[in-house]
DNA sequence: GTGAAAGCGCTAACAT
DNA sequence: ATGTTAGCGCTTTCAC
């Protein structure tokens, strides 16, 4: 590797001090400095090819224009969709992002974190798991700029960017109710995340008014679920005296599996079981009868979370905290005729 | 933000100097240092929460302990899954990824190596695209270590890890011709990537021997199609004297967008048409018929990347060069009846 | 208008 | 066994 001009190699060959040269080339000082000089020095580092290093400037300015993304899980492509949005507006900022998932375990969660701090991140941009709460005290405590996306700590004041999960399931289960189902099971991770929370919340008043009592008809199945308990789900769902008409699953994955399942007992929908799924995904277009889902205008997450960072990272000190709105998206799986299409 | 401990706060309230601090928490001159002295140091720098300034560190050493990814489409799924895996074995070795999309643009591809320079990663990996031969000259001629994966070029010399896509499209093509079908169409993309241009070389070269003009049954498409465009491929194959009986794919994208095609026209798959698509993707495996699938094996191309760039970093200067062999995964979209399994 | 010099936090060659 | 010192490449204050 040859030696990378610096700004004292330019300095040299220009005759002049370093100074100067960062002053040129950083465009400041701009009416003190003889326009001949200028002209001179810009034109040496366009022949040497000179770019900053970054390092040095970082360790003289404390900053480093780099942002941290801890997603929790990156195989799911609710986070690698929004990793690439938000790469995208980061990168419109001037800010590099260097990123890491977390697979949902806070152990790795925290190693993350001390790893981007070492590497002196301007700010986080974070999609939380279970049981990390000590470590956004830890932020907040240390004043470290930070963004939850989609999972936030209602306890905790703090920037995030969320869906009102509580709206989504209970439009969801609604839309479900409209269409002449009263006994709908739901299909949800075991998990204390607020917003799974308040997705549960939904589902359940929404069913309230028709069911006295809708817990029966919630299974909740740890994180990492297999095959087989999802066959399980199904079976206490569809296997009991009064079978679910129709089954709302509350995450991707869960719609992901649950389908697979459905097609592979031949099962028919919606004429046997009518489905809505939560998350957005191209897959479950792809079905016989594609599924009805509730959408998260995931751009538009993006977008407000690096906003938001930016904001904080310049300095401002109160909290903005984002709720949106969630898209239903009608297909066949959930109604057995009449329009389709987007509310 | 309070004041971050530093080596010099540690070594003032342990009335030492940073030499010693350092050294003792660099596990450096271990016989020479005071047992004592040394686990007083240690307490100190716990009781101060200490963790170094990569920034600073890096700025001494010249070594960032940081990989730049570029990937050629973000929101392609084999870019994401290997962004997984890249980042996964990265850590093991001790780097941190930061990484961009060049959305196939060389432009853009430009840009991120420019970034990845200044921020002085140790070292690229590199999903590549259409025109940027003369930027991986330039790394070459800078000596700055990098490997290519899935799309190399044959006519420089650097180290790389592909699939052997000959080999991938012979072994679908001959699938197709084993099962009955000699007249067989394939969509591919209108592009001088070698990789691509080696599917096409092992298509063209299993059918010669049952047609005198494979090139007839080849439609490219530019990258960016649309579902017009995929429409208008089908009706180059289907609608003639002697339609195809079978079709090939040779990405996922064209896989799953001419499946959604094919579903949406009811074409009866395998009996109307049987399909074969390249790599693996859930997707596929989702239709009334699942799909069959040419799979590259991702883990061992993340692991092999990694593996290279690490040797290359540490200063070894051959050029490793690897060549994997695909699987075909046969589904029901190829054959009409027997044994459905993994090849 | 321009330059000298200090210093960001760390490492390592060279004292002692 | 430990400390002194120089310096990585840059920014910025202060002096001329």
Known sequence: ?????????????????????????????????????ARRVREIAERQNYSPNQIARSLKTNKTFTIGLIVADISNPFSSEMARIIEDRA???????????????????????????DRRVDGLIIIACDGVLPQIQYLL????????????????????????????????????????HNRIGMITLDTE????????????????????????????????????????????LLKRELPVSAVYLTTNK???????????????????????????????????TPVTQIKQPLQEMGEHAVRILVESMGGSSSFTQVNLQP????????????????I
């Open 1 to 37: 590797m040859d030696k990378k001009p610096s700004l004292r190699s330019i300095a040299q060959q220009a005759g002049v001090s370093t100074t100067l040269v960062s002053y040129v080339l950083n465009g400041k000082m701009q009416n003190r400095i003889k326009p001949e000089v």
């Open 91 to 117: 990168d419109l900022a001037g800010y590099t992002v260097i990123y890491g998932s977390c697979d949902e375990r806070p152990e790795k969660f925290q190693k993350l974190i001390d790893v981007f701090l």
């Open 141 to 180: 405590s240390r004043d470290i700029p930070f963004v939850l996306v989609d999972r936030y700590f209602p306890e905790v004041a703090s920037n995030y960017v969320a869906l009102d999960n509580f709206q989504a399931s209970y439009m969801g289960a609604n839309h479900l109710l409209d269409h002449g």
């Open 193 to 236: 995340l607020f917003h799974m929370r308040e997705r549960t919340r939904g589902f359940v008043t929404a069913l309230s008014e028709f069911d006295p009592n809708p817990e029966q008809s919630i299974v909740r199945l740890k994180d990492g679920f297999c095959p087989q308990d999802i066959e399980q789900a199904f079976d206490v």
């Open 254 to 288: 869960l719609g992901m599996q649950a389908l697979k399942y459905i097609h592979s007992r031949k099962i028919k929908v919606p004429q046997e079981l009518a489905v809505v799924s939560f998350d957005e995904t191209e897959f479950l277009d792809l079905f016989a």
């Open 327 to 342: 898209l239903l998206a009608v297909r066949g799986s959930s109604i057995m005729t009449g329009t389709i299409g987007v």
